[in-house]
C-alpha cells in the first residue's frame, strides 16, 4: 500500500506523452480523456498517501512533477495548436524552471524538502480546470471563450503571486517553520 501513491504518480508521468501523442494523432477530445484520467489519478494518489500515511521523499517530489508536467505538456499542445499565446508557456515555464531551482537551493540549505502551501495548490487546481475548458473553448464552450482565457490568464497569475508569497515566507518569513511543520501534517 506504500507505494501506490508513486506508482499513480509515476503513471501520471507516463501518461504526459501520450496526451501529447494523442492531442495531434487522435483528437484534443481523445487527449482531454488522457488529461482527465491524469487528473483524476492525481486526486486518489494525495487521498491515498494522506488516508494510509503512505507519504514517502520519492512521492513529494513526483506528485508536483508529474502535475506540472501535465500541465506544461497541455500548455505546449493548446499553443501549437494557436488556442493559447506563446507568451503562455514562456511565463508558466519560467515560473516552474524558477520554483524548480529555488526549491533545490531551499531543500540543499536546510537538508529538507520543500513543501507547497494551500495558496499553491489552489493555483494549480485553477490552472488544470482553466486547461479543461480549453479542449472544448471551439466546441460547446465557445461562447465563454473570453471567459475561459480570463480564467487561464488569471490562473497564471494566481501561480505567480503563490510562488513569490511562498518564497517570502519560506525564505524571509519569521514563521516559515510553522508554514512548513503546517503544511507537513496536511500531506
Request: with cysteine; net charge positive; glycine share 6%.
Amino acid at each position: 500500500m506504500k507505494y501506490i501513491p508513486n506508482i499513480l504518480s509515476f503513471l501520471r508521468l507516463l501518461l504526459c506523452p501520450v496526451f501529447v501523442w494523442g492531442f495531434f494523432n487522435l483528437s484534443p477530445v481523445w487527449a482531454f480523456g488522457v488529461f482527465a484520467f491524469a487528473s483524476v489519478l492525481d486526486i486518489i494518489d494525495g487521498f491515498v498517501a494522506r488516508k494510509f500515511n503512505c507519504i514517502t521523499v520519492l512521492g513529494k517530489i513526483l506528485d508536483p512533477v508529474a502535475d506540472k508536467m501535465l500541465q506544461l505538456s497541455a500548455v505546449v499542445c493548446f499553443t501549437i495548436n494557436g488556442v493559447l499565446h506563446w507568451l503562455v508557456i514562456f511565463v508558466l515555464g519560467l515560473k516552474e524552471l524558477t520554483m524548480l531551482i529555488g526549491g533545490a537551493i531551499i531543500s540543499k540549505k536546510r537538508n529538507d524538502m520543500v513543501y507547497s502551501n494551500k495558496f499553491g495548490k489552489i493555483a494549480s487546481f485553477m490552472t488544470s480546470f482553466s486547461l479543461c475548458t480549453l479542449f472544448f473553448i471551439n466546441d460547446f464552450l465557445a461562447p465563454f471563450k473570453t471567459a475561459i482565457y480570463v480564467l487561464l490568464y488569471l490562473s497564471v497569475i494566481l501561480s505567480i503571486i503563490a510562488m513569490v508569497q511562498y518564497g517570502l515566507i519560506t525564505v524571509f518569513g519569521k514563521g516559515e517553520q510553522a508554514e512548513i511543520k503546517t503544511e507537513k501534517s496536511e500531506t
